[in-house]
């Protein structure tokens, strides 16, 4: 598959690193200590149960339309999420507040149902200045409630007027049977079955190991410019072998370096943290192909800049850049516009999009179109990456 | 003797500074052919196109009948390059340095293993050949710098001033085993700004500045260019002093330099004391004083009006 020079290089290369201890560093202690990290930061809090969420629910309209919160606040208190307290009047939620029972309560109030059918729903949420988070959290489902009417509202008025009617609020209330609970439901469903999500655990383990991915390929592929400095490059050039074998030696190196770092990971994040990556098989071509696009990323990168150290400066810019715009830190999509949109052209965005399709127990096929993306995305920027290495060293 | 290297028409360009123009000159098998000019002459540029590192603007490289391209590999087995800088690597051993090198030029098996243990014992390292590289003084790491270019038995060695920053022992040694090379039929390509270098090695001496070869020929038949004349270097507060002695009988020429003067005389002893008298008549004062036979150092003042270490 290789060159037979590639192999030469590469081998080189991971001689020295193996030497120089930085094989052990990138490959191993890195991604052992990113996992450590994350357990002790992410593991108790990203699974179920491990938020202490305790909040109220309080219907004062008693109509099937608010009465539908209450059910998906139930089915979160049945997948142990939070823990849920009714009440029948205010004071006695704000009360449970007051006295540390429960941290938060949201309140559907009277004529919620009315507004609902006039497009001005409100609902409240009433927290504890203390527990800011568990209050951030219950305005956060409120919201999510929100939208989920809106767009089924939005839905009934498109349904009435592709009919020829006016949308009075009678007609609406008419064909709108459960319309918050029905729009909550098809998200989820929608979601469930078009881009499946990584458990808490899994997503930033997955995210941060794209993320520093990035700059273990990066010590690989950077390796050139190194050797640019010390001399040796010249050497290399000279020698009988197909320039783009030498510039290949190197992309070979970062390969094995990003997939022995990456798998480490894996591999312990799921035995110290119980991730849940999805099919071995599927993992594995997210894996090599996630690598290959970030290792097609750095040549060019290193194509591009004028020195090692200015390479190094730019790599790690693009890395936390596209890091963050990939959606490492936090879904994008949530983001919603450009930023989201734009998300999709990082390798990370595909990374975690094929990781999170594989979630589930989903079969390894489901990997494949986000590996594909990331193929292209290898093979295009790989191209561009010989092409701006080709005509550096030309000069 | 078969003729191994042929350089015709070279050019390079970068940018508006034209590195290399027009430069051509053939290599013999068993020569060792010098390319002797400052810094910034044009050196580096052209063999960098003649080890297929560099693409010429216009030109052509021939190599032992295969003509030498960036895009090709073809005719790179018969070059041995040896760059100006150590391209060695530290964290592996001499031996290892030589087999990673030796592999990429094609060897293998016993022939590699052969090789190494040869070219260790012409740059005198089999005593330390499993020591890291980076535990060497700069003159062994000089010394294995060559020796890498000569694993594959080359028909033509390239070395880039092999030593500059080399103290004298070691250039000593480094000197006598390109000696040894070209007694052995290797043409030898050898580049260097150190006058002294190119007068001991080299069979032919070409003379290049500013990316031209000003003259070409034999150490010999370069200084017949400017006759049987004699360099006297006054050194001191003698830059004043210059156009006056220029009107001297029996002054050929005067280069100004940095606190300095190249006063080419037809003879020296007879005209030095009247020189002194000149110089202090004119204000200067003089602190010191040399005379040189004719060299190559001298021809390149006359070719160029400046000197080799300028």
């Not at chain 1, 219950?138 to 592709?162: E, K, M, N, W, Y």
Request: glycine share 12%; net charge negative.
């Amino acid at each position: 598959m290789f060159h037979w020079a590639t192999r030469l290089i590469a081998f080189k290369d991971l001689r020295l690193r193996v030497r120089d201890r930085s094989f052990f560093i990138m490959g191993i202690l890195a991604p052992l200590g990113l996992a450590f990290i994350f357990n002790l930061t992410f593991g108790g809090v990203l699974q179920p149960g491990g938020l202490d969420l305790r909040f109220g629910y309080l219907d004062l309209d008693g109509t099937e339309s608010s009465s539908s919160l209450g059910e998906v606040l139930e089915q979160l208190e049945a997948d142990d999420f939070l823990e849920l307290t009714r009440f029948d009047d205010r004071e006695a939620a704000a009360a449970a507040v007051e006295d540390g029972d429960i941290q938060a309560f949201i309140l559907v109030p009277e004529g919620f149902d009315q507004e609902l059918a006039i497009g001005a729903p409100k609902l409240e949420v009433v927290g504890d200045i203390d527990s800011g988070t568990a209050t951030d959290v219950a305005s956060a489902i409120a919201r999510q409630f929100g939208t989920g009417v809106d767009a089924a509202r939005l839905a009934v008025i498109t349904t009435a007027s592709i009919m020829g009617v006016a949308p009075t609020p009678d007609l609406i209330a008419g064909l709108t049977q459960d319309p918050a609970t029905a729009a909550f439901t098809a998200n989820i469903t929608g979601l469930d079955a078009d881009i499946r999500q990584l458990d808490g655990v899994t997503y930033i383990t997955a995210g941060m190991a794209i993320f520093f991915l990035f700059f273990t390929v990066q010590s690989g592929v950077l390796g050139l410019l190194d050797e640019e400095r010390e001399g040796t490059l010249r050497r290399l050039m000279a020698a009988p072998v197909p320039r783009a074998a030498v510039i290949g030696g190197k992309g070979l190196l970062a390969l094995i370096l990003g997939v022995f770092a990456l798998t480490t990971l894996v591999v312990a994040s799921s035995l110290i943290m119980g991730a849940s990556w999805g099919h071995p098989l599927g993992v594995a071509i997210m894996i090599l192909t996630g690598v290959a696009a970030a290792v097609s990323l750095m040549g060019v990168v290193a194509g591009l800049a004028k020195s090692p150290e200015g390479a190094e400066n730019l790599a790690s810019i693009t890395a936390v850049i596209l890091g963050m715009l990939g959606g490492v830190f936090f879904p994008i999509e949530s983001a919603g516009g450009a930023l989201a949109a734009a998300s999709v052209i990082t390798p990370h965005y595909w990374f975690l999009r094929g990781l999170g399709d594989l979630a589930g127990g989903a079969p390894w096929t489901n990997a494949f179109p986000a590996a594909a993306v990331l193929i292209g995305m290898a093979v295009v920027l790989g191209l561009a990456a010989g092409w701006v290495l080709n005509r550096r060293f030309a000069e | 003797m078969s003729q191994v290297l042929a350089v015709d028409g070279l050019r390079k360009s970068f940018g508006d500074l034209v590195a290399v123009d027009g430069v051509g000159f053939h290599v013999e098998s068993g020569e060792t052919y010098g390319l002797l000019g400052p810094n910034g002459a044009g050196k580096t540029t052209t063999i960098s196109m003649i080890a297929g590192l560099l693409a010429p603007d216009a030109g052509k490289v021939v190599v032992a009948g295969e003509e030498i391209s960036v895009r090709s590999t073809r005719g790179r087995n018969r070059i041995g390059f040896v760059p100006q800088d150590l391209a060695i690597y530290p964290d592996l051993t001499c031996r290892e340095n030589l087999v990673f090198f030796g592999r990429l030029y094609g060897l293998g098996g016993d022939l590699l293993k052969s090789r190494v243990d040869e070219v260790l014992e012409v740059i005198g390292l089999t005593d330390r050949a499993d020591d890291l590289t980076k535990e060497f003084s700069g003159g062994m790491k000089r010394r294995l710098n060559i020796g890498i270019g000569l694993l594959h038995e080359p028909t033509l060695l390239i070395l880039d001033e092999p030593t500059v920053g080399v103290d004298p022992q070691s250039r000593n040694a480094i000197l006598t085993s390109v000696e040894n090379l070209s007694s052995a039929g290797m043409a030898v390509l050898y580049t260097t700004h150190y006058m002294e270098e190119a007068e001991r090695l080299c069979d032919r001496v070409g003379i290049i500045d500013e990316g031209t070869i000003k003259a070409e020929g034999t150490r010999r038949s370069l200084v017949a260019m400017i006759g049987e004349k004699d360099r006297i270097v006054l050194s001191g507060d003698v830059e004043p002093a210059a156009d006056e002695l220029r009107k001297m009988d029996g002054v050929v020429d005067v280069y100004p330099g940095d606190h300095r003067l190249d006063v080419m005389v037809t003879q020296a002893s007879s005209i030095l004391p009247a020189l002194l008298t000149r110089i202090t008549e004119a204000g200067g004062s003089v602190s010191g004083v040399e005379i040189e036979e004719p060299n190559l150092e001298a021809v390149f003042l006359h070719l160029t009006g400046k000197a080799l270490r300028d």
